[in-house]
């Protein structure tokens, strides 16, 4: 017999980013343009989802055009491109444009100059400049003007659809009220929701920002907002009672804000776990774990990921245990960012002198001590060094999550090996399996290194079992997971694992 069973009709995902989930070049001769897939945590997690529920994705393209040029169209993904990213089409893409100028105040002066510096607690560092900020928030209209006609699109397609809209990170905490704004006229009923991937500061730094009020507000017009830790959702829920006077439950999260509840829940983010597990299976050996011992650090070249206290802390060792020496070297891999700034440049002059100071230090005829990569490699030689290292040395200064520890133990498929880890990030929220350290200590961290390349093999596998248990558990399908029912969306069951 035949039953008469409505279905409910699925949300329609936007996913607002300041970049989209590939990059697009020009080549300057032929004058094609071409797409090449991203491989950073949101894309990987992201990706699937709008690929599978034929959403859209709305984001700047990385190209400058000028005032009287037309901008090419979006291509689409290669036929031999098989990452996540290839199932997005390119009619689901909404690009933003924006001229060079702006875009430069905007992302380089507001977003890395004053916020990046000032959300990891940085405040020195941070440079507030009304021009910016200006842009910051013109820029933000215009992307809010584009998800709007995502919002349009997506309903003239179906109009039974509840548009579900996903903005992500600090660059774009204003967007949520121009959204709301201009879809109000159109009288489309849309959620909204927000995850910010770097830290939320306490009360007395946050305030430090001169535009704090502002950026409240903005992410106050979403129904949900999502941080790595408890720690930080209690300082967004501090900032808004202390400084918009919000009535706040704390302990349940929510905030009262013009007749409205905001729900603030910490959604820590994982990592696609089964497709690192998988990697490090098949990835070639790049190191001799029999002959060679590695100390392993991985990533972008941040003043936040405390590269120059590292080096300090393996130098440290390397002074106190001399038998380490032609035993043990420290293999850094540090993939360029934000080269067209000042403060990234010397850090990168710092790190290379201090590289060069070590290895002139300690090098032997046979033997030196620091390996230094400054460039990206392949995912698969990444997870191949995550397999074969026996430490890996993950110390920021402040980190939002950081991905490449979960990495680290995903990797772990042979003699496992041991992760020293900062304090001072998201994950040793959980992690504390792992050595935790602080990065600010030198001798600390050293001391950590040396217990690390002493661990017995039995508490080493019992450590990096339980490590890895959980982050199976919590991987990023979950994570996605936990967004969407924050969300109260229909759009993934609990056990759809549609990341692997
Ligand atoms: C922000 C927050 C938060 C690194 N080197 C190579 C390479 N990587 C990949 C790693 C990892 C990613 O880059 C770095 O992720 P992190 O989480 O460590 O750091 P951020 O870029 O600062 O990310 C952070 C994250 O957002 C997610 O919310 O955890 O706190 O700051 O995935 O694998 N990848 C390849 N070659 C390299 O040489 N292929």
Redesign the pocket.
Known sequence: KEENVEVAEQDALIVVSNRLPFIITKNPLTGDVERKSS????VTAVAPVVAQCKGKWVGWTGVFYGPNEEPDPIPEADINDKTPTAGIKAEQIVPVYCDEKRFKNYYDGCCNGGLWPLFHSMQDRAVFSDDHWQDYVAVNELFAEKTVEAIRNVREANSNVTPLIWIHDSQLMLAASTIRELSKKDDIPIKIGFFL??PFPPFDIFSICPWSKDILCGLLECGVIGFHTEGYCLNFIDCCHRQLSCRVDRSAGIIEYKDRHIRVRAMP?GIPYDRFVQLAEEAPRVIKRTTETVILG???L?YTKGLIHRLQAFEKLLEDHPEYIEKVYFMQ?T?PSRTNVQEYQDLKQEIDQLVGKINGKFSTANWSPVRYIYG????SE?ASYYRDASVALVTPLR??????CK?FVACQTGDPGVLVLSRFT?AAELMQEALLCSPYKIEEVAEALHKALQMPLEERTMRMQSLQRREKKNDVNTWMYMFMQAMESNLLKPDQKIIT
């Open positions: 491989a950073g945590g949101l991937h770097i983010i991985v990533e972008r941040d891999i993939v990206c490699i392949p995912q990444l980190d939002g999550m950081n991905l490449v990495e998201g």
